[in-house]
């Protein structure tokens, strides 16, 4: 069997609290051993030199769009995976609106087998809640769970209908499947392109307030509350919807939640020449709900997970007007080194910013992988923490190149991703193969 | 004299000076306006486009006048007749005007910031914003400046208040900025349901009550009432509104004597201004209509690249 032993890193792994000078020894598709420097032997093991680099669990993404089926001219599975491992994931999961639908179990098979075929990464798929994400009848959720599907969410569409709700929290409670909600009162945020604010008005365009996703959010704690359900809150915005899962959490209401990278790092300000990359939903929010967020960060045990939100989208659907411009950018590729800067911060440490990126949505989502454990699947993210450059648009692995970082100087990066044992990135050399 | 931009998209973007340059260059410019023959042969062999999305009558005349009356060539694009419809997105139709290398091209969009679009990718056209959205409607603030400064002769300390549907007025907007930077100071009055967010951060008084917003004020601009913006009515009836936000001569015998009454048009009489007040002795309604064309022959000239002023 293969070996290879990365040695002279600095490991981190949150699962088993360690973080030092530590070897870890693969074999085949497994961990073998992970041992304090040099106590590894293995002489006929493949050596990767991880000098001062950080040895991490493999990042895992519980939010992306791959776009396949449906809107491949946005994003396939396998560019979408390609810019995941090239941005240190070796998971990602995909949301369900493709087109078709990810509703029934025809549509996660193909997903299953287009990843197996011509994926650089794991991924795992979220089916709809709803048929045709349409908020009318339930999908087929005990069938999407049966052909892997992880969670269940109709996402952008949310599920305005209380009861509708209610039903999909009770039935995927009995198939133990988390249900992902993108909490928006439609009703307060029709029309509106972006955070409410001062921004908003003098840039003449609708704006969407905070309360559109506090009240969303609050309703699904209380019908999590009301079904023993487990509700995970994606992309969470504002400072009332941080203190709401808090308090639900305190009261051992079983609700987890995620932030992205653009939620910690960027505010409405940017949107000052109506530049449609910082067109999100929930939209870019105000400098004291990015401070929430941080102290939040800081406070840990209320962010469960990092997750990109990738949506990668096409210059017609982004070059255009900033009211008729889809939402949502690209992240895969630049989530690493924007949390790299909470941390060079003091915003939050080495280890628990890890931990959001691998046991933590490991544990919402009921994944075996995030761990460095012995016997656990190989995966694993090596990244040089100081590695300075220049996001630059031509060189992004995407198919869609929607970001605002773009020319933004960032420090921090994947240096090599390992999936089952096997390296799928390394970057001297790029994307160096399918996992499967 | 020239303005060292290349787009026009916006009063929040101009200096003093630069308002001051554009209203010193429409007054030359009015004159040609009272002339037996109105046409001067200052922007000769300039192609100016009038790319207008959405309906306007006054503002696309108006600009469409104020080029010809400099001799450039004036071509209006109205989106209803154009690929628009057939599914042409805003930007491959800028790219395929400006292959034909137009010098300027004004546009009127319904999406607030359509103007900055346009500007971002046609390096070599000069954008005149006509109205984008709720943003602004830069050419209309400077034709009311230009009508008060006729009156008034100074602005500095004047108080003006605007009174109406200020959430979805680009009017509104540019005239707030126009009147800060030439030194007045301006009041907005409307129930709360049609003031927009954090809009007291734009240096303004904020006032729910009419009669209270109005104490004072030099000038009055009654913003019209667009119903066609409004999803959900901000206030029950028209006829409540009219009530208690619109201009009557009760109200306006509470003014100062000198009071200057505005409005950007269309009127809708009867709802925001009495009908007797659009046409009586206060009123500069008309007055702004014809200003209109001779800031509108300033912004083309001092946008066109031509540095002689030629009338």
Request: one cysteine or more.
């Given at each position: ?14 699962s ?14 497994k ?8 106590r590894?032997?293995?002489a ?20 992306t ?32 609106n493709?087109?078709?639908?990810n509703?029934?179990a ?11 075929d011509?994926?650089?990464c ?16 339930l ?30 929290l ?21 029309n ?18 905070n ?22 809150v ?29 939620h ?7 949107l ?7 067109k ?85 989502l ?59 990135f ?11 | 004299?020239?303005?060292?931009r ?29 002339r ?18 959405e ?23 109205s ?22 290398h ?48 006729q ?8 108080k003006?208040?605007i ?19 030439m ?8 129930p ?19 009669k ?95 540095k002689?002023?030629?009338?």
């Amino acid at each position: 069997m293969k070996k290879t032993l990365i040695k002279n890193g600095r490991l981190i792994d949150p699962s088993q609290g360690i973080d030092g000078a530590f070897d870890l020894l693969i074999s085949g598709d497994k961990i073998a051993q992970v041992a304090p420097q040099g106590r590894t032997s293995a002489a006929d093991a493949e050596i990767i030199d991880a000098k001062g680099m950080v040895v991490s669990p493999g990042f895992i993404d519980m939010h992306t769009h791959l776009r396949e089926p449906g809107f491949e001219y946005k994003e396939t599975i396998a560019s979408g995976t390609a810019a995941a491992v090239s941005g240190g994931f070796t998971s990602v999961c995909c949301m369900a609106n493709t087109d078709p639908v990810n509703d029934n179990a025809s549509v996660t098979d193909y997903i299953n087998r287009k990843a197996h075929d011509s994926g650089f990464c794991r991924v795992y798929p979220i089916g709809a809640v709803t048929k045709g994400l349409k908020g009318e009848e339930l999908a087929s959720i005990a069938e999407l769970k049966t052909s892997g599907c992880v969670a269940i969410s109709d996402d952008g569409n949310t599920l305005q209908d209380g009861n509708m709700m209610r039903l999909a929290l009770s039935y995927a409670k009995g198939f133990d499947l988390p249900v992902i909600t993108h909490s928006m009162d439609k009703s307060l945020s029709e029309n509106g392109h972006m955070n409410e604010s001062f921004m908003s008005t003098k840039l003449g365009i609708k704006g969407i307030p905070n309360a559109a996703e506090d009240i969303m959010i609050a309703r699904d704690i209380m019908l999590a509350e009301l079904t023993g359900a487990h509700v995970h809150v994606a992309h969470l915005s504002t400072r009332q919807g941080i203190r709401l899962v808090k308090e639900a959490k305190q009261r051992g209401i079983k609700v987890t939640c995620e932030v992205t990278p653009h939620h910690f790092t960027l505010t409405d300000a940017s949107l000052s020449d109506y530049n449609t990359n910082f067109k999100m939903s929930p939209p870019l929010r105000s400098a004291d709900d990015v401070r929430a967020i941080k102290e939040a960060l800081s406070e840990k045990n209320i962010f469960d997970a990092i997750a990109t939100d990738h949506a990668p989208h096409g210059i017609i659907d982004k070059e255009i007007e900033f009211d008729k411009a889809a939402s949502g950018i690209i992240g895969l590729e630049t989530a690493l080194p924007l949390a790299l800067a909470l941390v060079r911060d003091g915003v939050l440490g080495l280890d628990e910013m890890i931990r959001l990126f691998t046991m933590g949505p490991a544990g919402v989502l009921g994944l075996s992988g995030g761990t460095l454990k012995e016997g656990a699947a190989a995966d694993i993210t090596i990244f040089d923490p100081d590695h300075a450059w220049v996001l630059d648009r031509r060189r992004i692995v995407s198919k869609s190149k929607n970001s605002p970082f773009i020319d933004m100087p960032l420090k921090g990066r994947a240096i090599k991703t390992i999936v089952s044992g096997k390296l799928v990135f390394d970057a001297m050399r790029g994307q160096t193969g399918v996992h499967s | 004299m020239n303005l060292d931009r290349k787009d026009m998209l916006g009063i929040e973007d101009l200096s003093r000076k630069e308002i001051e340059i554009i209203l010193e260059t429409a007054n030359k410019f009015a004159e040609v306006t009272n002339r037996p023959i109105k046409k001067v042969p200052t922007l000769r062999g300039k192609t100016v486009i009038c790319l207008f999305f959405e309906n306007s009558t006054r503002t696309r005349t108006s600009f469409e006048i104020a080029g010809k009356r400099l001799s450039a060539d004036v071509v209006n694009v109205s989106a209803q007749a154009s690929s628009v419809k057939k599914g042409e997105t805003l930007l491959d139709t800028a790219k395929n005007l400006q292959a034909m290398h137009p010098d300027i091209i004004v546009c009127r969009h319904s999406s607030a910031g359509a103007c900055h679009v346009l500007a971002r990718y046609l390096k070599n056209t000069s954008i005149i914003n006509a109205g984008d959205g709720a943003h602004e409607h830069p050419s209309q603030a400077l034709l009311d400046m230009m009508t008060v400064m006729q009156v008034k002769k100074k602005v500095d300390g004047l108080k003006v208040a605007i009174v109406g549907d200020i959430t979805h007025s680009r009017v509104a907007r540019s005239n707030i900025y126009c009147f800060q930077k030439m030194g007045a100071s301006v009041a907005v009055v409307g129930p709360p349901s049609m003031l927009p967010c954090s809009i007291k951060d734009m240096g303004v008084d904020v006032y729910y009550n009419l009669k209270e917003g109005l104490k004072g004020a030099d000038i009055v601009m009654m913003l019209r009432i667009q119903q066609e913006r409004i999803s959900h009515s901000p206030f029950p009836t028209l006829r409540e509104y009219s009530r208690h936000y619109g201009l009557n001569n009760e109200t306006i015998s509470t003014l100062k004597k000198d009071v200057l009454i505005m409005h950007p048009g269309p009127v809708n009489r009867g709802v925001e201004i009495d009908p007797d007040i659009a046409d009586g002795p206060y009123s500069l309604i008309l007055s702004q209509v014809t200003n209109g064309v001779a800031v509108r022959m300033a912004l083309l000239y001092l946008f066109s690249g031509v540095k002689t002023l030629d009338i």
